[in-house]
């Protein structure tokens, strides 16, 4: 299976009047876009979580399926990474900003912010002044690094990870007296600050700019400070490797971050005159090379977006889909493989604005296996049209690329294709197997066969499935999936999975839905995302009460924690012989939460096998 996610960036919109009240989006020409969304899965999809600022790393982070809230770390890490800084734990990355300050008043205090781009210096300047800086201010524990035109980076060590700088573009034209870093924690940003106007007012370089009538980059300034975030590897969380290409420093940042490739294509320049045919070929020389999943961003259209500029915006729609999405989608289609294509922005950027708004954006999901009832034309219309709502960008990877595909809920609502000689074949097939194995199975093992009820852990199993379960020589353990029946609370046998035993401590946060648990010898295990599905089609078809919130405290739940108002979390530990445990769809779940412990005497028995699509369970 190959995997295309292609992300223009921005290019959700409003309507707009000069365009007949139509969006970039509806406007554009897009034939190709607009063919595959008939056949696709098309619906709005969250990237932003609620709170946060609609950041291009924040949305990209949340579709490569790290969630935001858990993981982002700010901006500078990610540009530290992408240009090829190997960050330590105890290292925090500054932005450091060669700007203009003016040059009349004698106190540095009381300069004026003239330009935060130093007039866009070339960086072959910046890289002489950056090195300046180094010579004077580094040492052991600062080290300054040259990137491009005015943006650059310093890595600190033993730093906070935090400190409430004043961003230099948001004070042009203002006195830098009220916005240098004054509060606690800040002498030495501030001392390195006015210093640095010292090394770098009279350099030769600012010298010979004032000469030639241009801004000088008198000064540096410090911003967004923030450690490396720790994204799990990609490769450990899907099984397939990821390749990025992208002209942006914080989408490269993320995708290095998460092990996977960063691809640089000549002439990318991150506007509406980017090299498109060097991305289509780049993707299609990554997928050739072997990797599975290659994610393509576009800045073209969230550009025009910041600019105002309508028909560049549309242009740059028209350009992804003739000149990337087209060839990409003839060479998979060629390629012999199974593919699927995810093609959504970001956040939007609506022209209106000129800058990101949080709202969900359209997204469409092509299978090369399956056909969907899609939509006729993508835009953000139709897309919520379909009624169809991812709640959280992070879990839209689940529906990508799964390693259930069989049971996609998503697909399971999709029309049913009328069955042919073919899939009878192997439906007979598949029971015959399934009674063989059976039989098998009864003969060496004490087992027996149930069925899964309801949704509570669906993406793993389905409503229904037949699941054959063995107690023999079992003792329950962390990850197991369970069939229990406890009587006095529910009539019917439940399917969990068991995330703590006795004499485990969990530690749960309904906000942040984290559960992390600490065993007997002291380590801790994060179940947080660890076989969690959270899926979320729409929250209206699984009502409220299981949702992830704060129900510890049922009536019928014993749980007796300790909740910690400060952080949001919920403490406790499982009592001997008793379990705690969880559906993987954790959004949709009667499991411990809502009531309370299970006695281990009565677990029935340990799912070792499914059926229909037969599966060995292993983990
Ligand atoms: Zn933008």
Known sequence: MKYLVLIPDGMADVSIQELGNLTPMQKANKPCMDALAKESLVGIVSNVPEGMVPESDTANMAILSFDPKVYSRGRSPLEAVSMGIDMQPDETAFRCNLVTLSEDQELYEDKIMIDHSADEITTEEADELIKALQEHFGNQERKFYTGVSYRH??????????????????????????????????????AF?????????HHPVN????????????????????????LPSFHEKWGIDGAVISAVDLIKGIGLCAGMRSIDVPGATGNVHTNYDGKAKAAIEAFES???????????????????????????????????????????????DDFKILVLPDHPTPIEIRTHSSDPVPFMLYDSKKEHSGVVGFDEQSARNTGIVVEHGHN???????????????????????????SNFFDYLEIFVLSITMVLILF???????????????????????LIISNLFYTPDNGDVVVFHQTEKYQKPLVKRIIATGGQKVVLNFEKKTVVITDAAGNAVDYSDKFATFYNRDKTDFGEQYEWRDNLYSDNNPIDAVYD?????????????????????????????SI????????????????????????
């Open 396 to 422: 839209l990877l689940d529906s990508v690329i799964n390693k259930y595909d069989h049971q996609d809920p998503i697909q399971k609502n999709a029309a049913k294709k009328a069955s042919s000689f073919a």
């Open 290 to 336: 072997g990797v599975e999943f290659v994610y393509v961003h576009v800045e073209g259209p969230d550009e025009c977006g910041h600019r105002g500029e309508i028909d560049n915006k549309v242009l740059s729609i028209e350009l992804i889909d003739q000149k990337i999405l087209k060839p990409v989608y003839e060479y998979l289609v060629n390629c012999g």
């Open 444 to 466: 060496t093992f004490c087992a027996r066969i149930c069925r899964v009820d309801g949704e509570s852990m669906k993406n793993t199993f389905y409503d229904g499935q037949p």
């Open 193 to 201: 600050m006015k210093e640095s106007y010292e090394v770098l007012n």
């Open 153 to 190: 980076c310093l890595i600190w060590k033993n730093r906070p990870d935090s400190y409430p700088f004043m961003r230099p573009h948001d004070i042009l034209g203002q006195c830098i007296r009220d916005h240098l870093p004054v509060s606690e924690g800040g002498e030495d940003y501030y």
């Open 565 to 593: 108002e400060e952080t949001g979390e919920y403490t406790f530990t499982v009592p001997e012989g008793m379990l705690f445990v969880m559906g993987d769809n954790r959004n949709f779940s009667a499991d411990s939460r």
């Open 596 to 619: 309370g412990f299970i006695d281990e005497r009565t677990v029935l028995g340990k799912a070792i096998i499914s059926f229909k699509p037969f599966t060995i369970i292993t983990d």
């Open 207 to 230: 010298q010979s700019r004032r000469a030639r009538g241009l801004r000088p980059a008198n000064s540096a300034w410090l911003w967004s400070p923030g450690k490396k975030p720790a």
